[in-house]
Each structure stands twice: as C-alpha cells, then as structure tokens.
C-alpha cells in the first residue's frame, strides 16, 4: 500500500478499495445498492456545500463534516461500483476526456491566451 501521504494512480486506488473489500466475506454491494449509497453520499456533499456556501447555516449540534471527506466518500463508492463491474476508472477517464477534447472541443468559450 503506498504511504498515505504519496500521489496514488486511480489504478492504485481501484487495488487498495479491492484489497479493503476483498477482506469481508460481503464483498461488493449489488449496483443497485452502489447506485443507492452513491446517491446517499452525494446528498451528504450536497447538505456539506449548502451548509458552506448556501443560505442553510449548520445547526450547532450537527456533527462536523467536511466537503472534502464529503467528496471522498463519494470517490470510495464510486470505485467501488467500478471495481464490482471489472471497470478500469483510468481507462473509462481517458475515454471521457477523449470524448470532451473531441466532440465538446468548441462548446465553451476558451480563454485568450494571447
């Protein structure tokens, strides 16, 4: 496993949420109940963003999270979802941005490096 605090490849990442599931008879969450935690998580990071940027003020007895915690629950099940359908996250992101660099390449106004 690579020191906590060393730069990981998303491939790096995919290994040490495999190795932390593969440790539990469980396994893998269905993609259903992936969809649902993911989902799940994403309101978290969404009440996270209110609390910090919206008009929403934290009750004073709410726990202390943070967005970026927030976030990174939302990183774990999506690798997890990855990893129960053999998807390569490294892969599919370069598809990804394949497909922006291509098909999305004069949508948005570039700025003026001149």
């Known amino acids: 496993m690579p020191d906590e605090k060393q730069p990981m490849t998303i491939a790096d990442m995919q290994r040490i949420v495999d190795e932390y599931i593969s440790q539990f008879k469980e396994g893998y969450f269905s993609p259903l109940a992936l969809m649902a935690r993911l989902t799940e998580e994403a309101g978290e990071l969404a009440r996270e963003v209110n609390h910090y940027y919206g008009e929403k003020p934290k009750r004073r007895d709410e ?24 998807i390569d996250l490294e892969e599919a992101f370069h598809a990804m941005m394949h497909k922006f660099n291509t098909r999305d390449k004069d949508r948005w106004t570039k700025i003026d490096t001149e």
């Open 63 to 86: 726990a202390e999270n943070t967005i970026d915690m927030e976030l990174a629950d939302c990183l774990f099940i999506l690798i997890c979802f990855a990893n129960s359908l053999n």
